[in-house]
């Protein structure tokens, strides 16, 4: 591969790639937004790390939601609040099956991942008294950095977390070396997938290593459940939060998967309708979950369509998308890395790796790179990616993210290829 695309910009080739039976022009053709123009080129959307595209099914759910059912859920008593209570439980339903939980009750819906993750440490965060530990990692998206922060600063626990190699994976044998969890910990909070270096952590292995101290695992899985065929018990979590809006479902909701006999044992997050079973003035009891923790009008429509964009991703087969993942992957880590200068943070090879490549060219600085790159109708992110302590552990103070789903070409791959060696050109750099 080299700097050069075989086509011109302005007239892209849909192609496939090399899977057998994935058809990325027919995948792309369910997504009208991929059809638009950019500053006079053909949209390259790189950016599904942020959030993905929606397919056509998905829009359509929501508009016919909101044409056809609207109305709140649980306290109607009409037609139109049962079948808006039969879409929104729907939902519940499909989540469930689709990450193999074992009942619909262990899916508690959140408006997004953060949410999610803050009632983890929130309600876990209860039970830490002074001298217990939390651990965590360096390469975590602020969202799963903070909520165990405060939940610290609330109870006296200490926060620790596991260093990561020069290649960008968690660092287990100078965890293990340095006894990092142990009798004190009560909570290991990891990603799953990396949303800066695309590492995929071994979750499994962490998890059974918190277990045998009597820790209960959470895993953020905003990356890993949207790439990656998901079965809640082969991941070894106890908890496990993620978001409809990177899995082409909806923003609005997210989710927050618990093995039930733990959120049962959780006090509540929120007060308010709907999560009580008495209230009165001198105290409350409160629902089982997921009613416990769904205090309030909650994602009505989001919730219903979410279970539509799972339906999707399912027919579609998720161990295609995570082959397609890596093939494309593997093609942009070998186009990148032949630009002189360029640098690929974590893993360089498609072993282990999702969708997101983060990277630094000498002295262009990654706002100016994307920049420059959406002028050419080439969407990528330039920042620290809500993952400072990580930019910082690596050296640098930001980087560019390109980041593939399963809509991405070998073409758009090439554009961005040839689009980052014009940028190093424009600031007087030799690609």
């Given at each position: 591969?080299t700097?050069?695309?075989?086509?011109?910009?302005?007239?892209?080739?849909?192609?496939?790639?090399?899977?057998?039976?994935?058809?990325?022009?027919?995948?792309?053709?369910?997504?009208?937004?991929?059809?638009?123009?950019?500053?006079?080129?053909?949209?390259?959307?790189?950016d599904?790390?942020?959030?993905?595209?929606?397919?056509?099914?998905?829009?359509?759910?929501?508009?016919?939601?909101?044409?056809?059912?609207?109305?709140?859920?649980?306290?109607?008593?009409?037609?139109?609040?049962?079948?808006?209570?039969?879409?929104?439980?729907?939902?519940?339903?499909r989540?469930?099956?689709?990450?193999?939980?074992?009942?619909?009750?262990?899916?508690?819906?959140?408006?997004?991942?953060?949410?999610?993750?803050?009632?983890?440490?929130?309600?876990?965060?209860?039970?830490?008294?002074?001298?217990?530990?939390?651990?965590?990692?360096?390469a975590?998206?602020?969202?799963?950095?903070?909520?165990?922060?405060?939940?610290c600063?609330?109870?006296?626990?200490?926060?620790?977390?596991?260093?990561?190699?020069?290649?960008?994976?968690?660092?287990?044998?100078?965890a293990?070396?340095?006894?990092?969890?142990?009798e004190?910990?009560?909570?290991?909070?990891?990603?799953?997938?990396?949303?800066?270096?695309?590492?995929?952590?071994?979750?499994?292995?962490?998890?059974?290593?918190?277990?045998?101290?009597?820790?209960?695992?959470?895993?953020?899985?905003?990356?890993?459940?949207?790439?990656?065929?998901?079965?809640?018990?082969?991941?070894?979590?106890?908890?496990?939060?993620?978001?409809?809006?990177?899995?082409?479902?909806?923003?609005?909701?997210?989710?927050?998967?618990?093995?039930?006999?733990?959120?049962?044992?959780?006090?509540p997050?929120?007060?308010?309708?709907?999560?009580?079973?008495?209230?009165?003035?001198?105290?409350?009891?409160?629902?089982?979950?997921?009613?416990?923790?769904?205090?309030?009008?909650?994602?009505?429509?989001?919730?219903?369509?979410?279970g539509?964009?799972?339906?999707?991703?399912?027919?579609?087969?998720?161990?295609?998308?995570?082959?397609?993942?890596?093939?494309?992957?593997?093609?942009?880590?070998?186009?990148?890395?032949?630009?002189?200068?360029?640098?690929?943070?974590?893993?360089?090879?498609?072993?282990?790796?999702?969708?997101?490549?983060?990277?630094?060219?000498g002295?262009?600085?990654?706002?100016?790179?994307?920049?420059?790159?959406?002028?050419?109708?080439?969407?990528?992110?330039?920042?620290?990616?809500?993952?400072?302590?990580?930019?910082?552990r690596l050296?640098?103070?930001?980087?560019?993210?390109?980041?593939?789903?399963?809509y991405?070409?070998?073409?758009?791959?090439?554009?961005?290829?040839e689009?980052?060696?014009?940028?190093?050109?424009?600031?007087?750099?030799?690609?």
């Open positions: 591969m700097t050069t695309p075989t086509r011109p910009a302005e007239a892209p080739t849909q192609d496939t790639t090399a899977e057998a039976g994935y058809d990325v022009a027919a995948v792309r053709q369910q997504f009208p937004i991929l059809a638009r123009t950019v500053a006079g080129h053909p949209l390259r959307y790189l599904s790390a942020n959030t993905s595209q929606k397919p056509e099914r998905v829009i359509e759910a929501v508009a016919t939601h909101y044409r056809e059912h609207n109305a709140n859920v649980a306290r109607a008593m009409h037609q139109l609040g049962a079948e808006a209570t039969e879409a929104y439980e729907g939902g519940r339903s989540i469930a099956r689709f990450i193999g939980a074992t009942r619909a009750e262990e899916v508690v819906f959140t408006k997004n991942a953060s949410e999610a993750l803050n009632l983890a440490a929130h309600t876990l965060g209860a039970g830490l008294r002074e001298g217990d530990e939390v651990v965590v990692s360096v975590e998206h602020h969202s799963n950095i903070v909520p165990w922060q405060l939940a600063e609330r109870t006296g626990a200490t926060l620790r977390w596991f260093d990561i190699t020069e290649d960008g994976r968690l660092d287990l044998a100078a293990e070396r340095d006894g990092l969890i142990n004190r910990t009560k909570v290991v909070s990891v990603a799953w997938v990396s949303n800066v270096l695309g590492t995929v952590h071994p979750v499994r292995k962490i998890a059974d290593w918190a277990h045998s101290v009597g820790a209960v695992m959470v895993v953020d899985g905003c990356q890993g459940v949207p790439q990656l065929p998901t079965r809640v018990a082969d991941l070894g979590a106890d908890l496990l939060a993620f978001t409809g809006h990177k899995m082409v479902g909806p923003t609005g909701v997210g989710v927050l998967w618990g093995r039930y006999d733990l959120l049962a044992s959780l006090p997050f929120l007060g308010g309708g709907e999560m009580i079973e008495v209230v009165r003035m001198t105290g409350s009891t409160y629902a089982p979950p997921p009613a416990r923790f769904e205090a309030g009008t909650p994602p009505i429509a989001e919730a219903a369509v979410l539509v964009a799972a339906d999707w991703l399912d027919e579609l087969g998720m161990e295609q998308v995570a082959a397609h993942e890596q093939a494309i992957t593997r093609y942009a880590l070998e186009g990148l890395q032949s630009i002189n200068g360029l640098r690929v943070l974590g893993p360089t090879e498609a072993v282990d790796r999702g969708g997101a490549i983060s990277f630094t060219v002295d262009v600085h990654p706002h100016d790179m994307a920049q420059l790159l959406d002028s050419r109708g080439i969407a990528v992110r330039g920042g620290h990616h809500c993952a400072r302590p990580l930019h910082e050296g640098v103070q930001s980087s560019t993210r390109a980041s593939f789903y399963l991405t070409t070998q073409e758009e791959v090439d554009a961005l290829v689009g980052v060696a014009h940028t190093v050109r424009f600031f007087g750099g030799t690609p």
